[in-house]
């Protein structure tokens, strides 16, 4: 491990990079009146007012020397097996591990791991129904302005990749920095196991995130995943995959497909 930080953000330092966007989609605004938007948005302006002298929202990362071995990310302190695409067309079936320089190469690449959380309180802070669900979905929009607020300290202070950035929050939003940051449950990264693994290498539970059975992690609204710097890097869904991927992919895990199967049930071809 080169390193491991942990940052703490005062609401109104994320309030200038919540997603506005995102927020309105979890209400499904799409297409409504422009007048219920607005009285949407001053009340939850309104509810960020009242958190900024409550709460924070919190980060952990750590920056590891890296590099893949096939479908594996291998740091210092151990593996990160992961899945590859199986789409079976004119494209290239991607991986992840495909934006990491190879062992074989002799020199070592870098990854980041990552995870950010909110202060619980925040998601239970609606007196009724309504401001429940204004505090539930505000709480997720700044445990993600906090991944974003993190991943920019990163790339130009901490890793340092890219230390002339300067890009607008719209920028931001629309992802035009160098390298990606494929979370845990999103397309690329679907198996919500994997945060297992993640855990151990940079301990959520230093920044209050406990994990389900599941892997699921509690509070809600927290993020976690990689940092990855490849100029040529990009999201993309792993969509369905085969037995033989995840019989080999349990093997990688040193476990059983039967206990990876419930993960990525919605990913198994039905062949």
Not at 189 to 203: A, C, E, G, R, Y
Not at 235 to 248: K, M, R, S, T
Request: with cysteine.
């Amino acid at each position: 491990m080169k390193m491991r930080h942990t940052l703490h953000y005062k609401v109104a330092v994320l309030r200038p990079l919540v997603n506005w966007a995102y927020f309105f989609h979890a209400w499904g605004m799409n297409g409504k009146p422009e007048q219920q938007r607005l009285q949407l948005r001053r009340d939850a302006e309104a509810m960020l007012s009242q958190w900024e002298a409550r709460y924070e929202a919190r980060a952990v990362f750590a920056l590891f020397d890296a590099g893949s071995d096939g479908d594996d990310i291998v740091t210092d302190e151990g593996r990160i097996p992961l899945l590859r695409q199986q789409h079976g067309g004119n494209e290239p079936d991607l991986c992840l591990a495909d934006f990491v320089r190879p062992l074989s190469s002799g020199v070592a690449d870098t990854i980041g791991v990552f995870a950010t959380t909110t202060d619980p309180a925040m998601a239970q802070a609606g007196a009724d129904p309504y401001a429940s669900l204004l505090a539930q979905t505000l709480a997720d929009r700044l445990a993600e302005a906090a991944t974003e607020m993190m991943h920019l300290e990163v790339r130009r202070h901490y890793w340092g990749y890219a230390p002339n950035e300067s890009l607008t929050t719209e920028e931001l939003h629309a992802e035009r920095f160098q390298g990606i940051r494929p979370a845990v449950g999103y397309p690329s990264m679907p198996d919500t196991s994997v945060n297992f693994i993640l855990d151990k290498l940079i301990d959520f539970g230093s920044i209050g995130i406990r994990l389900t059975e599941s892997g699921m992690m509690m509070p809600h609204a927290s993020v976690s995943g990689l940092m990855l710097a490849h100029p040529q890097a990009r999201y993309f869904a792993l969509g369905p995959i085969g037995e033989d991927q995840l019989n080999d992919y349990a093997r990688r895990r040193g476990t059983t497909a039967s206990r990876l199967r419930p993960f990525l049930q919605a990913n198994l071809r039905n062949d």
